[in-house]
């Protein structure tokens, strides 16, 4: 029985094809070696500032598509009668937020998407810098995980009084609403934690008391103290909140330093042993002001430490942590009004006072100069 096979191709035709694939393979090949032999320890590091004070957990190659997006745009390479193009969504809007935020803290990805960019290496370069940059991300989030569930068991064995039974430092089974003290720091401060009725409810997941983004939880609060007259009042500013700030900005070490919650605090001046220390991580990242990002994602962490959640994931039951991220970016970043930007300025003020120490001030609050005294002068 005979078969018939396609016709193959011509002899001359398969030698040049299969030149044009050698010549192809060592052209990648030359441009992959001139990327790879960039440093990427530099990058590494540098990509420890994205979890802190970018993103959560967005890739960051959403937040550079997300930029290309608008290049494009701009140079109307787009049909600009869509919708969607001309006008952003609140998702696009919130990611090209954090891609500003990416290239103020990791300046090299400026250089790799920015007008400087090689046009020959320019995919394979942002392709090797967001690799590095998130390898380093999402180390520093593991660290900082890791710090704090040792550092909060400690704080909360250390509190009067005496918890009862004590928190394993290395185990979390027995956090979250399974205990007493964390159960309180965690319950939303919509719901009343005293009542035994609404524990019970919290910890059988009554549809009625959910635990969800959608609510402030207590530790946020000054002394855990919530006014629904006032619901500003005392947020952000928990004795635990600040501790934490300071375990993964300024040492573990400092963490329990200067911890009053009280409206004006009292900051010492430093020791130089302690004065070296404390400006570790935010001296790594230049990072000289108290940034709302950063307020942010100490939160999420603190409020993973405290739960019973054993390994990191975005939805904790019905707590969603990217969620909760972005509620207190937006409060800080997108105020309702004047007047709450001039408390929330306000707020930052303090937080400054409370991490860097009045010593700092000139970096959070510069001084008018233009409307002072000799800046008049000099025009009069």
Not at 170 to 182: L, V
Not at 188 to 198: H, L
Request: some cysteine.
């Amino acid at each position: 029985m005979s078969s018939t096979l396609p016709p193959t191709s011509e002899p001359h035709t398969v030698s040049s094809l299969i030149r044009t694939i050698s010549v192809l393979e060592e052209e990648n090949a030359r441009l992959h070696c001139r990327i790879t032999n960039k440093p990427g320890l530099s990058l590494t590091r540098e990509g420890r500032a994205v979890r802190r004070v970018v993103t959560l957990v967005e890739p960051i190659t959403d937040l550079i598509a997300e930029y290309d997006r608008r290049e494009i745009q701009a140079a109307g390479q787009q049909d600009l009668s869509d919708p969607e193009m001309i006008l952003p969504t609140t998702e696009q809007q919130c990611t090209y937020r954090a891609y500003e935020k990416l290239i103020q803290w990791c300046p090299s990805v400026h250089k790799v998407v920015g007008p400087a960019a090689k046009a020959d290496t320019a995919g394979l370069e942002i392709a090797f810098a967001c690799k590095e940059l998130q390898k380093g991300a999402d180390g520093a989030r593991a660290d900082d995980s890791a710090t704090l569930k040792i550092a909060v068991a400690q704080w909360l064995n250390e509190s009067q009084p005496c918890p009862d039974p004590p928190f394993n430092s290395r185990e979390k089974n027995g956090r979250g609403f399974n205990h007493e003290i964390t159960g309180k720091l965690l319950c939303p401060v919509d719901y009343d934690w005293a009542n035994a009725d609404v524990c019970t409810a919290i910890r059988e997941f009554h549809p009625d008391f959910r635990v969800t983004a959608h609510c402030w939880p207590s530790f946020l609060y000054a002394d855990g103290e919530y006014d629904p007259a006032m619901p500003a009042k005392g947020l952000f500013k928990g004795k635990y909140l600040v501790m934490a700030f300071r375990c993964v900005f300024t040492s573990p070490g400092s963490a329990q330093n200067e911890v009053s919650c009280r409206n004006i605090p009292q900051v010492s001046r430093p020791s130089r042993t302690r004065q070296q220390s404390r400006h570790h991580v935010a001296k790594i990242l230049k990072m000289n002001t108290v940034q709302p990002r950063a307020i942010a994602y100490v939160a999420t962490q603190l409020r993973f430490a405290l739960s019973s959640c054993s390994c990191w994931m975005i939805v904790d039951e019905d707590f969603n942590h990217e969620e909760f991220y972005h509620n207190i970016v937006d409060y800080f970043e997108l105020p309702s009004s004047p007047q709450k930007a001039a408390e929330l300025n306000d707020l930052l003020l303090w937080w400054n006072l409370k991490i860097f120490g009045r010593g700092s001030v000139s970096h959070y609050r510069p001084q008018p100069v233009h409307s002072l005294s000799v800046s008049l002068s000099r025009k009069a």
